[in-house]
């Protein structure tokens, strides 16, 4: 993970209007938390494999019928 102050140098170097953009999509982030907006599924689609999503899914209806 960046430190912060690498950030910084980074939106720093960007020319005026690219960091409004930054700045726009840092407020975004802000305001969304932890919910699941478009960006932050755009940002966590393909973060586990394929295996790992078939995983998933076999534990889920397991646990789901289950209790039905």
């Given at each position: 993970?960046?430190?912060?102050?690498?950030?910084?140098?980074?939106?720093?170097?960007?020319?005026?209007?690219?960091?409004?953009?930054?700045?726009?999509?840092?407020?975004?982030?802000k305001?969304?938390?932890?919910?699941?907006?478009?960006?932050?599924?755009?940002?966590?689609?393909?973060?586990?494999?394929?295996a790992?999503?078939?995983?998933?899914?076999?534990?889920?209806?397991?646990?789901?019928?289950?209790?039905?």
């Open positions: 993970m960046a430190s912060i102050n690498h950030i910084v140098e980074d939106l720093r170097s960007l020319p005026p209007q690219k960091q409004d953009v930054a700045a726009d999509l840092i407020r975004r982030l305001a969304t938390g932890e919910g699941s907006s478009p960006l932050s599924l755009s940002l966590t689609s393909g973060s586990i494999t394929d790992e999503a078939s995983e998933l899914e076999r534990i889920i209806e397991d646990g789901c019928e289950s209790r039905v």
